[in-house]
């Protein structure tokens, strides 16, 4: 809300030389290339605000939560809010900026962390996604892994494309051939 610590901040970020826009309250919507969003905890801001961020799914502004003072209420709700610096009140003017730093860089870890996760998880599941076919080849044609590993290898070489989609192949035939052996009926 416009107060005297809203007034505080803006003077501050506008002698840093940001521009900035205030919307109170709580809108629908994420401002669009908002860096930051400085959120005062008072209320249940942080129980609005948790949404419009969730929606921006990792890509939305960096967080700076804005305290009166410290209880484990106020504290739970700014790990819920999922802020990356907090400013105590009274504001000061020798700590935003450095706020502003932090958070933004928090921010940007936080971002290539999860990019660097989702990377690894797609990876994880690919090569489960080729032991699957692995196991597969194995059990129909009583070959090791390397043998198996290595018609994968040499399928994916010859139709030029990778082993995990040769092997997503395989699993998929393996799981139709399955499927019209179960449908068959018994005499």
């Avoid at 205030?22 to 948790?50: E, G, R, Y």
């Avoid at 000061?92 to 936080?110: D, H, I, K, N, P």
């Avoid at 998880?121 to 059990?139: G, H, P, S, T």
């Avoid at 290898?153 to 051939?177: C, F, H, Y």
Wanted: glycine share 6%; aromatic share 6%.
């Amino acid at each position: 809300p416009r107060d005297k610590t809203a007034d505080e901040l803006l003077q501050q970020i506008h002698r840093i030389g940001c521009s900035f826009e205030t919307t109170w309250p709580i809108p629908d919507a994420l401002p669009q290339n908002a860096d930051f969003i400085f959120v005062d905890m008072i209320d249940n801001s942080a129980a609005k605000l948790k949404p419009l961020l969730q929606k921006a799914d990792g890509s939305g502004p960096a967080v700076i939560a804005i305290i009166g003072y410290e209880n484990p209420s106020v504290l739970d709700s700014i790990f819920e809010l999922g802020a990356h610096a907090v400013l105590v009140k009274p504001l000061r003017a020798t700590g935003v900026m450095s706020s502003m730093l932090m958070a933004r860089r928090f921010w940007s870890e936080q971002n290539r962390f999860n990019q660097e996760l989702g990377k690894l998880k797609l990876r994880l599941e690919n090569l489960q996604n080729v032991n699957d076919a692995k196991f597969i080849l194995m059990r129909h044609h009583g070959i090791n892994d390397k043998e198996a590993y290595a018609i994968i290898r040499k399928q994916a070489m010859s139709k030029r494309v990778s082993t995990v989609e040769i092997a997503q192949a395989i699993i998929n035939a393996d799981g139709i051939l399955n499927n019209f052996g179960a449908a068959k009926p018994t005499k």
